[in-house]
C-alpha cells in the first residue's frame, strides 16, 4: 500500500458512494488505475465494508450512553454473544481495566435505556455490574481514521 492507495482510502472513508470516477478525478489519476487499485484494496481485505451513517435525530434515537459491564468470567463468552445481539448495542469493546466491557449504545430516550440496563443488559446472569455514563454532546466521531 502506497500513498496514492491512501489517498483513494481517504476519499471513500469521506464518502463510501463516490465513484472511482470521481476519486480519479479528485487524486489525479486514471479511471482503470483507480478501478484496478480499488479493486486490489477490496479483495486484499484492505476494505472491510462499505456503509451509511444514518441521522441518528431523524431516527429518534436520541440518547447515546457507555456502559461499563463487570462480568462473572464463568459465562463471559455467552455474556459477550449476548450482549452483541441486541440492537442498541452500536459497540461492544472487551478491555484491560476495572471492568471487563465497555458498550456504546444508542436508544430513543432514558426510559429506553432503563429498559434496556434493567431487563436486557443486567437481565443477562453473567452481568454483575454496571456503571453508565451519558453522552450530553459529541465533539468528535468518525467511523474511519484519515490518514491525512
Known sequence: MDNTDLRILDELAAN???TGAEIARKIHLSLPAVTERMRKL?????IEQYTV????GMLGLK???FVQVWLDHAGAGEAREYLTSLPEVLECHHIAGDYDLLLKVLVKDTSELEELLSNRIKGSPAVTRTSTTIVMSTCKEDINIRSK
Open 53 to 56: 451513517r444514518f441521522s441518528r
Open 63 to 65: 440518547l447515546l450512553a
Open 42 to 46: 477490496d479483495k486484499s481485505g484492505m
Open 16 to 18: 463510501s458512494r463516490i
